[in-house]
């Protein structure tokens, strides 16, 4: 006869069905529902996703009205904390602005020339060139100019011409801020110059008006307000042009017109028949505001 004390066991079977039940009657919501002590001491630093449902309500939507995130603010990149870099400052104009352009035509014009006389000057070019005043002056177009020819007769020397012009503009009842400006039409010849006349007796010139341009020495150079460049119909005045002509709105400004590559930049014309010429007679000054 077998043992008859056997007992079968008693399996917790509720447990295998009921995995998650913590207490004896807890049914799934309620253990769906119970945050961990864990969550309650670090949801701001831990990831919500680590846990069944660390929210404080009863339904997803409703935990997306509690909960804020932090969004983090970028500041707008600023190129002058970069070593370095340069700002660039954005010009600053109204939507829809339309620019005012004015078109100027000058309202004297006038000239100062050494020339030769009717026996060929034995005179080289640093002494033509550094002359004080001119041997004509008046009604001259309005141009700079260069001419050299054989000095014959005579000792060898070259025949050399050097001319000066000067034009007036009117800008009285101009007002506001000029976005730019040039010199449009007829096309220079050759290069020229534009530059702020000094000591300017007026309209005709004399011959002392030669030199009656802003200008460093010894050669006669100084700051250049435009460049009259060959075959260029639209000439811009630099930075240095459009503040000197915006501090000379609502008056009359004068411009000395010389020739560049020989005038300017005291350069000899060197042997052979050669002239050089910018003339900008009948040009307009053309003016953006």
């Known amino acids: 006869m077998g043992r008859t004390n056997i007992k079968t066991p008693t399996r917790g079977s509720e447990y295998f ?90 309202t004297n014009n006038t000239g100062c020339s050494y020339e030769p006389g009717d026996v060929f000057p034995t005179e080289d070019w640093d002494t033509v060139h550094d002359r004080a005043t001119s041997t004509r002056a008046g009604s001259y177009d309005p141009a700079g100019f260069v001419f050299s020819s054989p000095g014959t007769p005579g000792p060898g020397l070259p025949w050399i011409f050097i001319r000066r012009g000067f034009i007036e503009y009117d800008l009285s009842g101009l007002t506001g801020t000029i976005l730019n400006a040039s010199i449009w039409g007829p096309t220079p010849t050759d290069n020229g110059v534009l530059q702020e006349t000094l000591n300017f007796t007026g309209f005709p010139a004399v011959v002392a008006d030669y030199r009656h341009f802003k200008a460093s020495s010894p050669f006669y150079k100084g ?21 000197w002509l915006q501090a000379r709105l609502g008056s009359k400004i004068v411009f000395c017109i010389r020739e560049k590559d020989h005038d300017y930049d005291d350069i000899d014309p060197a042997s052979g028949a050669t002239s050089y010429e910018a003339n900008i007679s009948n040009a307009e000054l053309r003016i953006s505001i």
């Open 17 to 106: 069905i009921r995995p998650y039940a913590r207490g004896k009657n807890d049914t799934y919501m309620d253990v769906s529902q119970q945050v961990t002590q864990a969550y309650v001491d670090t949801q701001v630093i831990m990831p919500h996703s680590i846990f069944s449902r660390p929210y404080l309500a009863d339904a997803y939507p409703e935990m997306e009205y509690v909960y804020k995130p932090t969004i983090p603010v970028i500041p707008p990149f600023d190129p002058a904390t970069v070593p370095g870099a340069t700002p660039v400052v954005p010009e600053v104009q109204l939507p829809g602005y339309v620019p005012t352009v004015w078109s100027l035509t000058d």
């Open 223 to 243: 700051e250049i307000l435009c460049e009259l460049v060959k075959g260029s119909f639209d000439n811009e005045f630099n930075s240095a042009g459009i503040a």
